[in-house]
């Protein structure tokens, strides 16, 4: 079966630190591009990172640049989310998500999804 | 950033269409994606490539892009389709997420 598991998610003081790990079990990890994607409560949804297959190419939304820094380990089947000088506003569920494999299209949807890990920003 | 606006709300009756929209300058020239997201549950993709069908997504579901619009179309919607949808498009360097929209079939 085709699946993404995410942990490291809690409780963080502000200006602290958390690192996320997502496992990849089912397919191919080393193929694909691979995401971070976080929703506040009762908000939408808001991409975070992207780390291309080889880690050559690695994109943040401007919320979290210079601050929370992606990586992945191919041989291990896992993708990292390093979330350092946390804030209140970066209170979500974290959800790592997997970008098709398309051929001669660079940026594709996100086919597979894990079920997400809270963390929770408060003093 | 780039901006992706949707309708906050869509209600439809059972049976009918729900058209939902997706705003962005040149939208027409990315690719847009679309997910649905059922309360407490991960999100799902429902179009990739403005037209696309992942397999397992029923047939009533298709889509369009073209000028500043994306479209999401719900053919003979039923209660199961009542969710949150979400458009997405990657400009620039950053994936974007549209605003949502819920959609309540009553």
């Known amino acids: 079966e085709v699946q993404l598991v995410e942990s490291g998610g809690g409780l963080a003081q502000p200006g602290g630190s958390l690192r996320l790990s997502c496992a990849a079990s089912?397919?191919?990890?080393?193929?694909?591009?691979m995401n971070w994607v976080r929703q506040a409560p009762g908000r939408g949804l808001e991409w975070v990172s992207s780390i291309s297959s080889g880690s050559s190419h690695i994109y943040y939304a401007d919320s979290v640049k210079g601050r929370f820094a992606v990586s992945r380990d191919n041989a291990n089947n896992s993708l990292f989310l390093q979330m350092n000088s946390l804030r209140a506003e970066d209170t979500a569920i974290y959800y790592c998500?997997?970008?098709?494999?398309?051929?001669?299209?660079?940026?594709?949807?996100?086919?597979?999804w894990g079920q997400g890990t809270l963390v929770t920003v408060s003093s | 950033s780039y901006e992706l606006t949707q309708p906050p709300s869509v209600t439809v009756s059972p049976g009918q269409t729900a058209s939902i929209t997706c705003s962005g300058n040149?939208?027409?020239?990315?690719?847009v994606f679309w997910y649905q997201q059922r309360p407490g549950q991960s999100p799902v993709l429902v179009m990739y490539q403005d037209k696309k069908r992942p397999s397992g997504i029923p047939e009533r579901f298709s889509g369009s892009n073209s000028g500043n619009t994306a479209t999401l179309t719900i053919s003979g919607t039923q209660t199961v389709d009542e969710a949150e949808y979400y458009c997405?498009?990657?400009?620039?360097?950053?994936?974007?997420f549209g605003t949502g929209t819920k959609v309540t079939v009553l």
């Open positions: 089912g397919f191919s990890f080393s193929k694909y591009n």
């Open positions: 997405q498009a990657w400009d620039r360097s950053a994936y974007a």
């Open positions: 040149n939208l027409g020239n990315k690719h």
């Open positions: 998500a997997r970008e098709l494999d398309t051929p001669m299209v660079t940026h594709d949807g996100f086919d597979i």
